[in-house]
DNA sequence: GGACCTAGTGTACAAATGACTATAGTTATG
DNA sequence: CATAACTATAGTCATTTGTACACTAGGTCC
């Protein structure tokens, strides 16, 4: 998930809360700084982690000196944004592949479960969302009535509409009043829409 | 040239090299690196100027911790997003006023010369511009015919409208065909429109 | 089983580092 | 001229901090 390789659960928290300090405070923290935040009694078992993080590049030291912990990716600079996952259909249905594209959208859009997909077709156009707009959605198996959601269907394909769900079946409602609702049986919800960004000109 | 208040030669220096190691190396330098980058030959006299620095609120230290010296103006860094001017009307007009906030939408819009604004109104809403989106604006006096501009109109009101300029007129074209088009004699471009976003939710 | 990685506890030490006192030269400012 | 502010030297002290050593324990891999 980083571009760190390999990290181990432990490893990637310290290295997280290194960062955090080092955003938040303007400085990294000590060993036992780190030991006192998670509940580790020797400064070793902090050495260790350092160690590892150092031996696997995420992190550079100079030995002998205090806080001087230096990240090697400026990583949280380069690990701003959310994942363009694909295209999303609005008409008629698209593929919707995980790329590895980032589009960086920041603060006001940023987390671990928030991705982007981009806009196709004009199926949204009355909830004022145009073909090559991006969505951003937040990943999660559920959504409330009428919520618009990124859903997919059961021959795999992934589109963009409200979600109402009714007896024996599903209505996938388009804001386009030209546009019927589409019917199915079943679907999957990959997340819901909570934002809109477009590029003019 | 900062926002800081009238640090001698020296401290500024001083203050400059702290800056320059947080930015290069990622930590702050300690008392005796200080002394040394400027032949400083006792800790006290850099001493002196850190308590001076911290006093002119240009930094913030914790006692007793190596290296904690904090920026205060936590200056290049953290300056991004963009200025929330305020609300622009696409209905009724408003007022425009210029505040404090900032917006973050990261790499995908920034520079000197982007602000944002918050929209009032449904005027463009065929232009799928909604009540309470953001418009991201560029910042310039001049804008090509029908591009989606901020107007500044004689009496001082900002708006939000399509630009069209006629021959002894302005046309401040609304996007809702509810809307009549305003005319003006005269407007001041304030930037011209480059994007939207909007969070739901 | 043995080699190896991860993840610790506990203790100890030496170096790194901030903070302090005392002293003093310089430059403005009233 | 006196006072204050700024800048600096010299040396000392106490704390912070990185590092090392010895030892334990749970995994994985061959």
Redesign the interface.
Known sequence: MNGLKSLTERQAAVYNFIVEK?QN????P?VREIAEEFGIRSPNGVMCHLKALEKKGAIRRSPH???????VHDSVQRE??LVLAGRVAAGVLHEAVEQNER????????GPNLFALEVSGDSM?EA???DG?YVVVREQPTARIG??VVAETEDGDATLKYWYPEKNRIRLQPANSSMAPIYVQDARIRG??????????
């Not at 819901?192 to 000109?201: D, E, L, N, S, T």
């Open positions: 080092i405070r303007g400085y990294g000590t000196k205090s806080r001087a912990i230096e990240l701003r944004g589009i960086d959208l920041g603060d006001m859009f940023h156009i004022q969302i145009a707009d919520e618009m819901v829409i909570v934002g809109v960004v477009r590029k003019i000109g």
